[in-house]
């Protein structure tokens, strides 16, 4: 089972922020988080990942609470083409990729 | 740098027939992973390869499924004989380490549609 808990959709208008939630009450001293994203009709896209310290990439920001129980995916300005499904996953080494159902985000023209 | 690639994109085939997938992942990258997700349902995780030798074959759903890495450079996963519920899609990964900070990066995934 996925260790990670998401709302199953959010809608964002183009050029707003979205701020992505993500649950993980249960997550340990080494777990990474990762977020990945699947646009529609292609693989999982890795987006961004981090441990304890916030993370900022060209594609967007990642905000961890200071207990690491959950972490926010923040995308500064959405576009069209961010329209998808939104991953949220916890990672140790040796452990295999648990995926959960995601949120899909609709971007609104 | 070219990405993890799969072969065929779709394919269609009849219940019972047999069907090759094959997934070349990026060069240099030890670690290779197989999934897919069924209709309606979540992705999950079939099996994991270091180099050749299989890592984890946990979620392989049956012994219908054979999946082999010879020389550690590209992977197949065969079907057979394929059942209805076998339809779906078959996405590869690959990564350099299985470190938890890895990044593991997929391809663009095999339609598989089973009559």
Known sequence: ??????????????EEPVHLPCNHSTISGTDYIHWYRQLPSQGPEYVIHGLTSNVNNRMASLAIAEDRKSSTLILHRATLRDA??????????????IFGPGTSLSVIP | EAGVTQFPSHSVIEKGQTVTLRCDPISGHDNLYWYRRVMGKEIKFLLHFVKESKQDESGMPNNRFLAERTGGTYSTLKVQPAELEDSGVYFCASSQSRAGQETQYFGPGTRLLVL
């Not at chain 1, 260790?3 to 959010?10: A, D, G, I, R, V």
């Not at chain 1, 998808?84 to 452990?95: G, M």
């Open chain 1, 1 to 14: 089972d996925a260790k990670t808990t998401q709302p199953n959709s959010m809608e964002s208008n183009e």
């Open chain 1, 84 to 97: 998808a499904v939104y991953y949220c996953i916890l990672r140790t080494s040796y452990d295999k990729v």
